[in-house]
């Protein structure tokens, strides 16, 4: 397994592709029952990913989503302020879910498994119908984010005292 880490998240390029309009997605397109799952042999970890932010973040980094902001512009659509430490955490459903470099058919630059550490910026919809993540997800040699499918992962829910006020989906980007 740990093998499989190190390969999983390693080394996309935006929002290519993504709707235009930052509310839910109408179907654009009628949407495939397939789950968006690969393996390691097509990661390729040299390509770079481009954050709601326009950042360029290339292979792995030492923070999620590389420091920059989860969100485009310096405030969130309530008017507070954002940060990395602004991400949700999620949970990873499926073994292999492909992190890709743009919305909805980019490059895979790392696959996820429901064991590991990931947090979710914000939302998009895409072309394809389905909602899009923007997901860091830590390995174990450093953080790789990009775009998943929403119906690879889940906002995580706590459950300890205080844990009632948990969000239910991602902010849009």
């Not at 949407?31 to 040299?46: F, H, L, Q, T, Y």
């Not at 310096?74 to 954002?82: I, M, S, V, Y």
């Amino acid at each position: 397994m740990v093998a499989a880490a190190a390969a999983t998240v390693v080394g996309g390029a935006g929002l290519a592709e993504a709707a235009t309009s930052h509310t839910p997605a109408t179907t654009l397109t009628a949407r495939s029952g397939a789950r968006d799952v690969g393996s390691p042999s097509e990661v390729d970890s040299s390509a770079p990913v481009i954050a709601p932010d326009g950042t360029r973040i290339n292979g792995l980094t030492a923070m999620p989503f590389g420091g920059h902001a989860t969100r485009v512009g310096g405030t969130t659509r309530e008017g507070r302020a954002f940060s990395t430490q602004s991400a949700i955490e999620v949970d990873i459903n499926a073994s292999g879910a492909r992190l890709r470099a743009s919305v909805p058919r980019g490059t895979v630059v790392g696959l996820a498994y429901p064991w590991q550490t990931a947090w979710g910026g914000c939302q998009i919809p895409g072309a394809d119908g389905y909602v899009w993540g923007w997901l860091s997800v830590q390995t174990s040699v450093g953080w790789r984010s990009g775009w998943m499918r929403g119906d690879l992962w889940s906002i995580t829910q706590h459950t300890y005292p205080g844990g009632g006020g948990d969000p239910t989906s991602l902010p849009w980007c």
